[in-house]
């Protein structure tokens, strides 16, 4: 299986900060890679996938980059909205795996 | 819009088996561009991918269950089905269902149901 494994686990931020998580996989993903933003007793939400595109009305202040082994979610100015955990997940082959995720508080 | 619901017992005793519909509304089920799958996410853990099948029946699951996932689909119900069987503590979790595009990323979630298992 493919391991993939989030950084840092919690990350506390101010509104308006730019804030990036990693995501790095155990072996080459290519660029089969998605987030998912995630709020306390909700479904997750995709908001990336193919490590750079945008979902169909996510806001443009999140973004993502990278390939093969390493990737990076960037939220520019956070809202109050963003506030919530993060997961990546791989789809380059089964089984299809997440990362443990990655909390993001308010400071 | 497309929507999912899962449904079923919330309470499932230990060694049973547990069973979960995820009814879809607002699209298709018998389409050949998507797959439909399911993720459980035990409480505060992160999640874990139980496995997908697509219109036709087709099925891939997530070798971790170690072959206790079944998932079926009926088309003319537009839904399909969980089951896991000889449960344990360790199977208690939010189960979600889920679309998956061709390229098999979960492009749609239902809200998820809480099924505990207990005597």
């Known amino acids: 299986d493919i391991q993939m494994t989030q950084s840092p686990s919690t990350l506390s931020a101010s509104i308006g900060d730019r804030v990036t998580i990693t995501c790095r996989a155990s072996?080459?993903?290519?660029?089969?890679l998605a987030w998912y933003q995630q709020k306390p007793g909700k479904a997750p939400k995709l908001l990336i996938y193919?490590?750079?595109s945008l979902e169909s009305g996510v806001p443009s202040r999140f973004s993502g980059s990278g390939s093969g082994t390493e990737f990076t979610l960037t939220i520019n100015s956070l809202q109050p909205d963003d506030f919530a955990t993060y997961y990546c997940?791989?789809?380059?082959?089964?089984?299809?795996?997440f990362g443990q995720g990655t909390k993001v508080e308010i400071k | 819009q497309l929507q999912l619901q899962e449904s079923g017992p919330g309470l499932v005793k230990p060694s049973e088996t547990l069973s979960l519909t995820c009814s879809v509304s607002?699209?298709?089920?018998?389409?050949?561009?998507?797959?439909w799958g399911w993720v459980r996410q035990p409480p505060g853990k992160g999640l874990e991918w139980i496995g997908s099948?697509?219109?036709?029946?087709?099925?891939y699951y997530n070798p971790s269950l170690k072959s206790r996932a079944t998932i079926s689909v009926d088309t003319s119900k537009n839904q399909f089905s969980l089951k896991v069987s000889s449960v344990t503590a360790a199977d208690t979790a939010v189960y979600y269902c889920?679309?998956?595009?061709?390229?098999?990323?979960?492009?749609?979630w239902g809200q998820g149901t809480l099924v505990t298992v207990s005597s």
């Open positions: 889920a679309r998956l595009t061709i390229q098999r990323y979960f492009d749609n």
């Open positions: 072996q080459s993903i290519s660029r089969w």
């Open positions: 607002g699209g298709s089920i018998g389409s050949d561009t998507y797959y």
């Open positions: 193919k490590a750079s």
């Open positions: 099948i697509n219109y036709s029946g087709s099925t």
């Open positions: 997940q791989q789809y380059n082959s089964p089984p299809w795996t």
